[in-house]
């Protein structure tokens, strides 16, 4: 079945660090890839999407890479603040499907 | 609302009872989802909704989880004879049904349940 495996938290970075959060998948045919965060107190917000190799999706300064050959969405930011500390979930929805596969989450905690 | 709304937002029972979980989707969103999310984990997918149609069920753990919309609005998701590996957030979700490559849910706060 679908399943999406990302790096384990937490991810303690200092104020203006460059942010990469692995994500990898597995599933058949061409699904289509999300990254969801998650804020404290919160619930999940959609940060970013794409639906085709190697379409890249973008929003408030995050970036990622549908790469189907290496089957990556990895998470990605120039440059963090601290009010990106949360906790960010890369999922996938599966060819024909309607739900979404989740990974487990990774925490981002930004330092001042 | 301007957002999917839930209620209760924490509820806390005795294992043993039955409880009943309520979603109020964006309004004029055709798709609910229901999902769990244990604690330290992502979300798993619980069922599916079209109008009023369950069309996936496929994700409940056992015949004690039961969801129904039955005006294609609001779903309730009713977990009977509650046991404590049912502590989870319960999630909410709705979509409209556009294309499916521009398909995006919207998920409501949750329900914490703890079951003691």
């Known amino acids: 079945g679908d399943s999406v495996t990302q790096m384990e938290g937490p991810v303690t970075l200092s104020e203006e660090a460059f942010l990469t959060i692995n994500c990898t998948y597995t599933a058949t045919g061409y699904p289509s890839l999300f990254w969801y965060v998650q804020y404290p107190g919160e619930g999940l917000q959609l940060l970013l999407k794409a639906t085709k190799a190697d379409d890249k999706g973008s929003n408030k300064g995050f970036e990622a890479t549908y790469r189907k050959e290496t089957t990556s969405f990895h998470l990605e930011k120039g440059s963090v603040q601290v009010s990106d500390s949360a906790v960010y979930f890369c999922?996938?929805?599966?060819?024909?499907?309607?739900?979404?596969?989740f990974g487990s989450g990774t925490r981002l905690q930004v330092q001042p | 609302g301007a957002g999917v709304s839930q209620s209760p937002r924490y509820k806390v029972a005795k294992r043993g009872q039955d409880v009943a979980l309520r979603c109020d989707p964006i309004s004029g969103h055709v798709s609910l989802f229901w999902y769990q999310q244990a604690l330290g984990q992502g979300p798993e997918f619980l069922t599916y909704f079209q109008n009023e149609a369950q069309l996936d069920k496929s994700g409940l753990p056992s015949d004690r989880f039961f969801a129904e919309r039955p005006e294609g609005s609001v779903s309730t998701l009713k977990i009977q004879r509650t046991q404590q590996e049912d502590s989870a957030v319960y999630l909410c979700?709705?979509?409209?049904?556009?294309?499916?490559?521009?398909?995006?849910?919207?998920f409501g706060p949750g329900t914490r349940l703890t079951v003691l």
């Open positions: 979700a709705s979509s409209l049904v556009e294309r499916l490559a521009a398909d995006t849910q919207y």
């Open positions: 999922a996938l929805r599966g060819t024909g499907r309607r739900a979404l596969t």
